[in-house]
């Protein structure tokens, strides 16, 4: 493991949330770092606070205590705005169930990131070409989310996180709506996205996909049991 600083850092991080007089832990304790350029793969049963941790590294969710550093510096307590102009440009989202805009065609949902960023129209349109290419969605682009497969949304779903050049690229269970063909080619996509230098951070409750990853953590109630590093060859 490098020993340089890591990009993503949280330390000792909690978070609880509160439903009148029930009170529930959803992280405990939790430190953790990400360097750039590695591949994790969380997992652990449902409920253990997988979903939690995701939306906190994500910056869409933030810590009840403890402190979160993003590149130096510390978000823990930044305003919803702030978290929304520090995740632009440097996290991008892959969920279970897509989440693309059913009334947007494939090229709009995969465009919408960048009209987010200000980026002018010329530059949105080579990129965007350049990213369905590559995900392999370009011949769907005037299509609805509603006329594509499972597999297909989640690629178009990708190409979304992937169109702002993030950091980092934070999946929620991708495959879980998708048969084992299917989310074989997702795994292989993040793969090819880690291979060219995009850092990976993954949740699942299968072991199905483990041998990707530089590093496995485990997570059970709410705490981050292990975490090992793969070594190859």
């Not at 199905?208 to 590093?215: E, K, P, S, V």
Request: proline share 3%; net charge negative; charged share 20%.
């Amino acid at each position: 493991m490098s020993s340089e600083q890591a990009f993503f850092q949280l330390r000792n991080v909690h978070k609880v949330y509160q439903a009148g007089d029930v009170e529930t832990t959803a992280l405990n304790d939790v430190s953790l770092d990400i360097r750039e350029g590695e591949f994790i793969e969380l997992m652990g049963p449902s409920g253990c606070g997988k979903t939690t941790l995701l939306n906190v590294v994500g910056m869409v969710d933030s810590p009840s205590s403890g402190r979160y550093m993003v590149d130096g510096l510390d978000v823990s307590g930044a305003s919803e705005s702030r978290l929304a102009e520090i995740r632009k440009g440097h996290v991008g989202f892959v969920f279970q169930s897509f989440n693309l805009v059913e009334h947007l065609t494939v090229y709009e949902n995969v465009e919408l990131p960048l009209c987010y960023l200000g980026i002018p129209a010329q530059q949105r349109r080579k990129r965007v070409r350049e990213v369905l290419e590559l995900l392999g969605v370009m011949h769907r682009a005037g299509h609805w989310p509603a006329q594509l497969s499972g597999g297909q949304q989640q690629r178009v779903a990708i190409a979304r996180a992937v169109i702002g050049e993030p950091k980092l690229i934070v999946a929620d269970e991708p495959t879980g709506n998708l048969d084992s063909a299917n989310g074989e080619e997702v795994m292989d996509m993040l793969t090819t996205l880690n291979q060219e230098g995009t850092t990976i951070l993954v949740a699942t409750h299968s072991a199905a996909h483990l041998g990707r990853a530089d590093r496995v953590l485990n997570m059970l109630d709410g705490r981050l049991v292990s975490d090992v590093a793969i070594t190859t060859g």
